[in-house]
């Protein structure tokens, strides 16, 4: 692993140490400032002129220092002379804002998109974005992982019986389709609808397909406050299903998420490592599945010019 | 409507015309060449210098050939001085390429997009996009019209009542999801698998959802062959659908789709105007609802810069 | 004024009101929220087709956040159709970050100008910046506005007698020099190095210039935690003046800097209102100058197509 | 020849074969999909990472299709993260469409260079283009290939006597000249008018230069139905010349073009295999000389950075 | 003609005042310095924000200098916020390198095109490039004005007969064509070569077409040293013709051209006044003719909005 | 040292080979024409297909043609597919058109950047700028060498006691300050100011800070005729300088400002070669110190991928 510089801002230092150890590399030591006008400053601690640059930085909050962050590393590298300079963002930010359903707002997804080529990114890594036509908001070329193998794999170990999978809304039935067909399960869906008789506030809930007596497991992109899934869980139960569990990939938790889910009906939850959580403070029924082997392997194949979706067949 | 120009393409002129007459305004004569080396060639007939000029095309085959002379006209226009060129275009081209769901294969939404930006577009006009997202691939402007008003106002004159939305596929959930909320109807879903027990080759199809004894009304974007409708169709009617009918919004209707519909167990077909058909030949039960006037006024609203989103409230 | 909006983010709601009124129209509407991933969101409240519209955004804590806001601000508006987008930032962020003095560093005030010309600004407005040369980071047309008119004005009619205009650094001697001209003061500069025999963590002050007996008037681009300026107080009466004031034109003045200066030995400081503060909380001899008149007639004159450097003679 | 990939699309597959015959190597499968709305569609059959791609594609009917194939076939591999993308084109498409000789018209070889840049193509290879300029129009490294060595070589081998080389027209007499020059023949020039007094129809065939009793060899970058070509044998027959024969770079020869040459006052034809012709169906008169060692020493001389000039001294 | 500037360097003033004394209206002031260490400074002396600004200049030696100036101009008027940037070259700069006839040359008709864009020119104007190809260089609108309408007018008064047209090499013959045809008027062509027996430095001037006992006029788009038609002149005396004339639409007429003009065969040569030269000094067979009306009309034309192509019909 | 190739202009000729020389490689030859109409041609004498290639021009007059000299060849190289291209420019051409400090000029260095690439420049050396936020005007990578090390061992190596740094102006203080601190030497800032009371005209030279007795040594980056040098120098020993010497990085030097050196009571001037400048006609007096190692070493890095800043710790 010649010539190629792993640097990352304070988002998850945890994940980026990770994916240099299974590199078996350092990282690239960075130097970071926050003066006293609020004002980041960062200094990459040795030259990395040509070399292959990868940049982890996933979203957390506060998402927007997290993403000044990675302009500013994209930018000292660009003008440092890098040789290519990858960002890695596990978790994307904004994922969620890739439409315009509504008048005058922003795109912010491909807003972000944009701001990275200006800066100097030649390509991009992310992973398990919520609309895969995101991937199309780049002028460079850009490689999704999917969290799918590490996420099937733990489940078929489990052997699920008796499991429906649960699409949480329309927008996620793809998603939950994809589970279901490799997990070999059959699907329901949510659909809320607001009651035009009871007025916009009442929102009534209709699960599409059959869950009674079922052990129901919802499939998410992500999982922030964690109020769509416990209120589907509460639906769902109250139909008949046996019980309720949830995937979610991002793990973004917000505010007191976790200690919401302790109280939650939902009997587990499933994450990934793309968000940072202190393990100190996650209940054993919360697992966190690793995507760092993922990651470290797609950065190993894009440095030697190796095929990547041969790790997705 | 002073300083507007209307141009259009070989590829709908009947809808050009039912636009162009609308707004009260003639076509701009373009002169269509293909020399003998299969080469295409416009000539626009008069000054354009510093107008706002309109280029209506909409996809249909020989789709290359309908691009080219999109490219063409704005090429042309561009340097003819043309103060603000909009591409409007009822049906997109290539709308269903909008994600790389397998390795290296073309975006070709993207790449369209992209490329009506170098040929010299300012805005874009275009209609019910498969995805939304699709949006984000400009870099300029561009207005993303329904013909929601126009198909939820035939529906709703029509009083339906006992019916069910029917979603074809995962992907078209969030269309059904909102025809079945304006109409205030139920939803189902068609889930179609293959059975891995059975081989790649054999696909089964569930129907997520309650259907017996109710008529269900398909919602799609498009209908080309229609052997998804078709067979829908035949799914849903043998699982104890009343009666099937459908709702797509690009009737392509491609090959022998037309002949083929008339033998369907499809009781009624409606499509809107998007795409060009010989109204002789379209049987009784297929109604085509016309965009001539969204688009008009769209257009109209674009000129004079009043808001489109007033349109669709 | 018509076809003329004025929008703004919530870094400076005062100043913006302040700019609305003397331009005798009303703020258009912006919705904000922010969700509980932390992503921020904007609806621009009205249609801005075919507008000419201008943002309205200062630099302040958060700096990030208040960027993000006008980075959404101007997508949200360019893909509303806006005729034009000017941006206008009083306080520039990150206008420190303007070269590259130390290696593999990112000179963020270069990083901003591409990401606003990416995002879709055509054309920025901005004030005093802290070396005029930043103004060439724009590909788009800039004007660079001076508090100056305001503050000449201000100390003429105070007849200042007895005074020296001090620099507080190397780079600052020119904008020292520049107001000592007009106001017909001779001029010190101060000059700190660090001493090669006493280690690099201690520097020594030296003042370069007589200032013994008179009153010295540090002139400054900008004041954030203040020590510079307390410091330099405490040197040149130290060194014989007789008092010390300071007139630094961005006021940021974070953390407890209001409360250090009311216990130094500054006698007077005069900033602009660039940065938003609590008037209640700011003593007696901290004098705030507005330039709201200065940006509500650039905003006039670059909306109706006249001079702005008549402003400026 | 390590790290390099031969694509092509479906206009010309024996060029292709021949070329990776020569090079001694394979062509990367692609697998092309029309679908039913007339779309099509394209997958790379093996990983292209950070390979150097040559894409051959020849411009023939249906051109709009054949260039669409290119487009995809760039725009997959861009996105596959292709280390460097070269399109070679031995016919360019839509390549006497160079100039805007009449108002509002399009340029549609520049319009086709800007879309090859905006698809993703970092470099060029083209041959015999209508007009040297041409490939100004491209804002990457092109590489302009002459057939001359080969068709020269050929020439001189038969020892031409008595002959002289007539260019077809205005435009052509530069292309002639350097054959006259290279081959050391004299030279006429076939000059038609139209004739005022006789109205437009009426087109008067002028010879310019001597040709009695000579053998004439007319000189030009193309046929496609053979017009030009076969009155200007008749004519030059009509003022004297002893026999007519051509040869024409690029052998398009649309529609009847083979037959009318079989029956026309033509002695030879001599054309190149940059279009594809079915062998069987050609005359014994018409001889048609390979470019693909040409196309393949250029395509090695840019994978191994050598002089491409030294080709054509 | 409101909101209309009209800017000059330094390369043609007397046109540049023709023009706008055609227009009925001032130059604006523009102050040029030249500083000591040779680099050139202008300071516009008006405001042009949002005005319709149109630079006129010429190339002719110094030539850099000139295009320095013209780049200067356009800079400054972008920042300045000038609404739209034409640049009026009458004579292009660099307009015979417009290929890439040899290998590792500049094509640097195109780099300067490039460098009128990424100045900030929004629009061209220039007149009789040598190429009509080279019009496609550019990436913004260009119109090519052609002086054929004033050239045509003389030579049609003066009533030709027994006049030859003669193209002084093989580039030239679609020049000579287009005015042999407007005038009605037998065309000859002059056909250098290198002789390979005698060597690469004797040249043989043959001519082709009948030329004996007439008056022979050459037609060629500039004329610098006169060599090329001085030598004609001879050759075709020396073969017959009964007199020889010249028109050169770029009267570059550099070094002793002129005095080399008055000792020449050539009986009268025609110009226009795209390059400038001092009237005290021609002689009275030179004719200079005006193009400032021309230009005055289509700088009118683009301003109002007008079709440009009605000039030429 | 493979793969690499040093081009040169005829800015100057003998720095280019001393730093081949110092490379141990050859310089690729270049041919130079200037055409009879003012037009320059370059032809890069052998093949630079995918090589690492270096032109090393700086300014000085006639610097417009030392410019146009390298945008051509850079436009050759980019076109004949050069694989990097880095512009060495020791002497940066326009550098104090930096900053629009008055209304309508143009802002040269910046234009001269954006031309730098749009011409086709990958990367760009250059040393000693008059503002360091001129590096910030590029939107390639650009490496900002400075002379200091040459500089300050020089004077360090003559032991200078009883020397006090002077900066001539406002502009120059943080660099006179640099060396001050290098040389632990105290500082004294020169301030010419008009005084209102005489008029415009008259203008009167200020000193700040303490010279009395001392030996005075100017800094200052560029010395052109010499005027604000000599008549500093003056002004010093009036008040009570005991000596005057003066370091200027860039020698310009231009008209007569050698022999008025000569002439002045400068008692010493040291400046770099940046500038080519006869060696037989300078005084003793006048040092020049070579920067050619130093580039050469900066080439040598750039090209092997070595850290730059290791050169200026």
């Known amino acids: 692993m010649n010539n190629i510089k792993l640097l990352t801002g304070t988002s998850h230092p945890q994940l980026a140490r990770n994916i240099a150890e299974l590199l078996r590399m350092d990282l690239t030591p960075v130097e970071w400032i926050r003066f006293s006008n609020d004002n980041l400053f960062c200094r990459i601690g040795e030259s990395i002129r040509e070399t292959d640059v990868f940049i982890i930085q996933t979203s957390r909050p506060p998402v927007n220092d997290i993403l000044m962050e990675l302009y500013?590393?994209?930018?000292?590298?660009k003008y440092a002379s890098a040789g290519r300079i990858t960002a890695v963002l596990p978790y994307y930010p904004y994922v969620r804002s890739d439409k315009k359903?509504?008048?005058r707002i922003p795109v912010t997804a491909r807003l972000?998109?944009?701001?990275?080529?200006?800066a100097g990114a030649h390509h991009v890594v992310t992973m398990d974005l919520h609309s895969p036509q995101t991937l199309g908001f780049f002028r460079i070329p850009a490689d999704h992982l999917y969290a799918a193998p590490v996420i099937v794999d733990y489940f078929r170990k489990r052997?699920?019986?008796?499991?429906?999978?649960i699409a949480p809304d329309a927008g996620g039935v793809a998603r939950a389709r994809f589970y279901a067909q490799r997990l070999s399960l059959p699907m329901a869906i949510i659909d809320k609808r607001r009651d035009p008789k009871l007025g916009r506030e009442v929102e009534i809930t209709y699960i599409i397909g059959?869950?009674?007596?079922?052990?129901a497991l919802i499939i998410d992109d992500e999982i922030t406050t964690g109020n769509t899934v416990f209120q589907s869980a509460e639906a769902?139960?109250?139909d008949g299903a046996a019980s309720v569990s949830a995937c979610c990939i991002h793990g973004v938790l917000q505010g007191d998420a976790i200690s919401r889910f302790k109280k939650s009906k939902l009997k587990e939850l499933t994450i990934t490592d793309t968000v940072p959580h202190d393990k100190k403070n996650l209940p054993?029924?919360?697992t966190t599945l690793s995507i760092a082997p993922l990651l470290a392997e797609a950065i190993r194949r894009i440095h030697e010019g190796e095929s990547l979706s041969a790790m997705f067949i």
């Open 210 to 215: 059959d869950i009674k007596g079922k052990d």
């Open 101 to 103: 359903d509504q008048p």
């Open 72 to 77: 500013l590393l994209i930018d000292a590298a």
């Open 112 to 118: 972000i998109a944009d701001q990275l080529v200006a």
């Open 284 to 286: 054993k029924n919360l």
């Open 159 to 165: 052997a699920l019986k008796n499991y429906v999978i």
């Open 236 to 238: 769902l139960l109250k």
